[in-house]
Each structure stands twice: as C-alpha cells, then as structure tokens.
C-alpha cells in the first residue's frame, strides 16, 4: 500500500471503522486518513480511538483526498455527494445497489468509480469483499481498491452485474449466519447449557466448519457426510433440518436479499 496516498471516508459509520483499522494495521500513518461524518459523537470516537483527521464537511474531504471510499447508506449518498469536485480522484463505494453508472453520472467529469460489497467481520479482519470497476477506473484503480480491502480480509473481482448476488450471499450473510449461531446457542441452553458455553460451542463450529471447508477445498456435502454416522445422530437431525425447510428458507432469504439490492440501485 502506497503509504503516501490520502483516503477520505464519506461516513464514518461501522464499515468505514473496519476499512480505517484495516489501513492502519497495513502501515497507512492515520495523518493520511481523513473522515466526514455529521454526528459529532462519532466523529470524535473516530478520532480519539484511530487519529484520523475529521473534516468539516464531504467537500473540504474530498478536496484533500487522492481516494474517496463513499460509506454512506445508498438512500443518502445523492445529498452527500452534493457539490463534490470528482475529477482527479477515486471514488470506492460501499454501498448496497447503487450502480457505478449512476455515481458517473451524478459526480459527472472523468469521475473514476471502484465498487466493493464487504462485509462487517472486516472489524476483525476476516471480512469477505467482491470488487468490480466502473467504466472510467483504471487497472491500477481496482489494483488499489483491492489492495486496500486484502488488509480487512479475503477478497475477489466480479463484474458488476454480479454485485447484487454478492451482496445477498456475503454483503448481508453475517446476519444470517449470526441469527443460525444464536439459534444453535438458543437450543444448547433449552437442553441445559449455560448461554455462554453454548454460545462458545456453537460460535466455535461455525468458525470451525467454515476453516475445514476452505482447507481441505472439499465440497460442503462431503464433509457434510463425514459427520454423519449411519444410523447416527446427525442424519437425523439432518433429516428434520430439511423437513423443516431449511435450504429453502436460505436460498428464499439470498432472493429476497437480492431483490432489494436491486430496488435499492433503482432509486
Ligand atoms: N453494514 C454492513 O454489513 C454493510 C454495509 N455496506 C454498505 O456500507 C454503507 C455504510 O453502511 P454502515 O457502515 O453499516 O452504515 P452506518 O449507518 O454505520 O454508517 C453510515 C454513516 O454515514 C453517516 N452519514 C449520514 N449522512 C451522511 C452524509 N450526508 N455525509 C456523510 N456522512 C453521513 C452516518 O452518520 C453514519 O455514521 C451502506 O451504503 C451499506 O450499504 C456494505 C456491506 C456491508
Ligand atoms: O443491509 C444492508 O443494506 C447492508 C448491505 C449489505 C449488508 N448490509
């Protein structure tokens, strides 16, 4: 990472934090990030937990910056973008659904727009991010926009049509496969575990799982089968998973996820 090069952040909210901590632990001085964020409150943990600088409004962020990553929710980023001078920069947005050609358009001149759809465990540096570039970003643009989220955890390029697929599978999957752990935890405690060991045990699987998964490159139902005993404990629970609609449930969720993605860019 070039350590010289300026980020600003539009929106100093979770994503933004996880993204600033990222820079950080990869060497960018603090003194080269900036952020513009409304709430005062937020605006001074930025500051007081990371030493970046806090700008006065998205314009005079903008002005000072190389790279802009826009971190604001997609229902707001019209008035945030409002007045910005794009030419000469990197715009990097975050948000859900909104299309690099509608940032083109509305930040006008030879505006160069990277996308990415990370997700929330980039706090702690296991995130999953899918990147695509706009139609005036260079290869170098995306190279850096990569470089920046391979410090927040894994990441991969896809085209932009694809980003909507992304964000219903890895964008909002923390928030699924967090409400499964806390099920799992939910029914260790109802069969006499105390929360907090069944919140270990069931987090612990989880992490466990996803490791054995992504080590050995075997397929899910493969591994699936070596925990299942004929006759066993686990196809049995296996058998009620799917009676109870399990698979469908999940793939219905990525649909509805997906869709919305989609309504959010038509705004
Ligand atoms: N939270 C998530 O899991 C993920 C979020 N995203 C995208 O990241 C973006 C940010 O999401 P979060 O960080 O979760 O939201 P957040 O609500 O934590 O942060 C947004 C921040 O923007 C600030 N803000 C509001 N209006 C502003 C304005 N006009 N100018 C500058 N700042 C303004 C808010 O005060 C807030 O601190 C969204 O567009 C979302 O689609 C993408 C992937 C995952
Ligand atoms: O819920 C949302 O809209 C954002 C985008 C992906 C995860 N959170």
């Known amino acids: 990472m070039p350590t010289e090069i300026k980020i600003g952040f539009v929106g100093g909210g979770n994503m933004a934090e996880a993204i600033i901590k990222g820079l950080l ?37 903008c002005a000072g910056c190389d790279a802009v990553v826009l971190a604001v929710k997609p229902q707001v980023y019209g008035t945030a973008l409002q007045g910005i001078e794009a030419s000469g920069k990197l715009f990097i947005s975050i948000m859900a659904g909104v299309q690099s050609s509608a940032l083109e358009a509305l930040l006008g001149g030879e505006s160069r727009v990277v996308r990415v759809m990370p997700n929330t465990p980039a706090l702690v540096l296991a995130g999953a991010s899918a990147i695509s570039r706009g139609t005036l970003a260079s290869e170098a643009d995306l190279a850096l926009t990569r470089r ?4 927040v955890g894994t990441t991969c390029v896809v085209d932009e049509k694809l980003l909507d697929a992304v964000t219903g599978v890895s964008g909002s999957g923390p928030a699924y496969v967090l409400t499964f752990i806390e099920s799992l935890a939910d029914a260790g405690v109802k069969h006499g575990l105390t929360r907090e060991v069944a919140t270990a045990l ?12 992504l080590e050995t490159r075997e397929h899910p139902a493969a591994l699936k089968g070596n925990v299942a005993s004929p006759g066993g404990t686990t196809i049995a629970a296996m058998h009620s998973l799917d009676r109870d609609g399990f698979r469908a449930a999940v793939m219905n969720a990525v649909d509805v996820c997906v869709a919305k993605s989609i309504e959010l860019g038509k705004r």
């Open 25 to 61: 632990a990869g060497g960018v001085p603090a003194g080269n990030l900036a952020v513009a964020e409304p709430l005062p409150a937020r605006a001074a943990t930025l500051k007081e937990r990371y030493g970046v600088r806090i700008a006065a409004d998205n314009r005079t962020l």
């Open 202 to 213: 069931a987090a612990q699987t989880v992490l466990g799982s996803a490791k054995l998964l």
């Open 148 to 151: 920046i989220f391979d410090l």
